[in-house]
């Protein structure tokens, strides 16, 4: 046995301690390294290219709570406006069941007197002729004490497009200025879109009677008036100018854009509308074949059947499909038509 084992190192005491020490320093390592590996790691955040912002200080702002008096005021508000959409929805009704009576041709002279006050019916049409106040930054002017008032009737009104009542007023040989009041009452509901809330006083050209043909015979000016909405008279001073035979205009009881109800102006989406309809028209006929304009004789008729209704489908699908294109860039376009009462 020591011959075979003579030849091998010894491993002795000082060998097996410090192999001992080495595995104590390996553990306490280990467990110094533990609280590292678990904490999280902090990255630094990366700086804002658009720095920081700059923000006002807060302040505080004063409410005032609501009280009884500005409860009682808003109350007071919407009570008048529900009131006067009981008149107006009151004299719609009124105006639904009268029936329409337009004035007549006539003529009635109106001369001012003791009273200040002269009234006629001329072509049953109620006019008053009293004296215009003077102005703010005026005296008072010559009062034209004697107005002849002509109605004519709706053949001459027509000719002129005017949908309403067409007058002429003459004044004195030496001119003045008196104030008209017309009674519009009797043809107040002859439209519908607040037809009689639309009325105003328009001034026509003098050639209007001898020319209506004629597109600057037809042109229009509004003078100052006031339509009573209520008593159903429109009022208008009139200023004449001094003629050997007394001045005369002519004058037209139209209706406008605007009321007390809001306002019937035609928008421009609806000229688009209108132009995309022509468009569609346009692109359908332009699309027909002019063979589907034209009869076919009867002696050809029966020997190209087979062909005709073959084109004829083509021709068709043709058709739908341009003017289904045209429909749908219209109505792109056109989501919305307004309407538009025009009287």
């Given at each position: ?67 009884k ?95 309403g ?7 004195p ?8 009041t ?5 043809f ?5 879109g ?42 208008t ?17 139209a ?87 025009w009287?």
């Open positions: 046995m020591n011959q075979f084992g003579s030849g091998l190192p010894r491993i002795g005491g000082t060998a097996r301690r410090r192999r001992s020490w080495e595995r104590r320093f390996a553990v306490l390592a280990g467990f110094a390294l533990v609280p590292g590996l678990l904490s999280p790691v902090a990255f630094a955040d990366a700086p804002d290219p658009l720095g920081k912002p700059k923000l006002k200080a807060p302040r505080s702002s004063t409410v005032s709570p609501l009280t008096k500005a409860n009682d005021k808003n109350a007071r508000v919407v009570q008048a406006s529900e009131a006067a959409d009981r008149a107006a929805a009151k004299q719609a009704r009124a105006d639904q069941s009268r029936s329409v009576i337009w004035p007549r041709q006539g003529q009635g002279t109106l001369t001012l007197g003791a009273e200040k006050t002269a009234k006629a019916n001329p072509g049953a049409l109620p006019v008053t002729l009293t004296e215009a106040a003077p102005g703010k930054d005026r005296k008072k002017e010559r009062v034209a004490r004697t107005v002849t008032v002509k109605v004519l009737d709706q053949e001459a009104a027509g000719k002129l497009g005017v949908k009542v067409l007058l002429t007023a003459t004044g040989t030496g001119g003045g200025t008196a104030r008209l017309i009674d519009y009452s009797a107040a509901s002859a439209y519908g607040d037809w009689a809330g639309r009325l105003q006083v328009v001034k026509l050209p003098d050639c209007a009677l001898k020319d209506p043909a004629q597109s600057h015979c037809r042109s229009r000016e509004t003078v100052s008036f006031t339509n009573d909405r209520v008593g159903q008279t429109l009022e001073t009139l200023d004449f100018a001094t003629a050997p035979a007394g001045e005369s205009v002519v004058l037209a009881l209706a406008g854009t605007k009321s007390g109800a809001g306002d019937y102006k035609a928008t421009p989406s609806a000229a688009r509308c209108r132009r995309a309809d022509r468009r569609v028209l346009r692109s359908t006929l332009v699309a027909m074949p002019k063979s589907q304009a034209r009869r076919p004789s009867p002696a050809s008729s029966e020997t190209s059947a087979s062909g005709s209704s073959s084109r004829s489908r083509h021709a068709s699908r043709k058709v739908s499909e341009t003017t289904s294109s045209a429909v749908l860039r219209s109505s792109v376009s056109c989501t919305a038509w307004p309407y538009t009462a009287a």
